[in-house]
């Protein structure tokens, strides 16, 4: 759900979806992020396997490259374990930009903080989502 991501993920900024799937879902976006030393424009194309995993690649803009996947597995009481892989190249203009401290931070927040965002976001929907069976 692309619409949503800034709600969960601190580095989102949003962006414009260009293209859609047969089922409405968001497959080509242009998509802005907030990089700590600048605001990063790429354009990201989406690929879904559902309901195991879904799967972002960067087609242009300003990372040199970025894949991220993120694998779901049912776990049988009414869970699931999301799991995210990124792998990024922020090229050479970022990467000068981004030296010591900075590169670190960066990378905590492409990275790490996507499934700690999910997580607490999914978690609090669970909290106020209303019961089913108010007298029980």
């Known amino acids: 759900d692309f619409e949503r991501a800034p709600e969960w993920q601190r580095s989102s900024k949003g962006g414009t979806v260009l293209e859609r799937d047969e089922r409405g879902r ?3 976006i242009d998509a ?7 605001t990063a424009h790429m354009r990201l194309r989406i ?3 559902e309901p195991r995993s879904n799967t972002v690649v960067r087609e242009s803009g300003d990372l040199k490259a970025l894949r991220a996947v993120w694998t779901f597995e049912d776990l049988g009481d009414g869970t699931t374990r999301a799991t995210y892989e990124v792998d990024l190249d922020p090229g050479r ?3 000068i930009a981004a030296r010591g401290p900075v590169a670190g931070q960066l ?3 492409l990275a790490e903080q996507p499934p700690q965002g999910l997580k607490a976001f999914v978690e609090s929907a669970g909290d106020s989502t209303p019961d089913p069976d108010p007298d029980g």
């Open 26 to 28: 968001a497959v080509l």
């Open 32 to 38: 802005e992020f907030e990089a700590i030393i600048a």
């Open 47 to 49: 690929s879904y396997d």
């Open 93 to 95: 203009i970022l990467s």
């Open 107 to 109: 990378r905590k927040l």
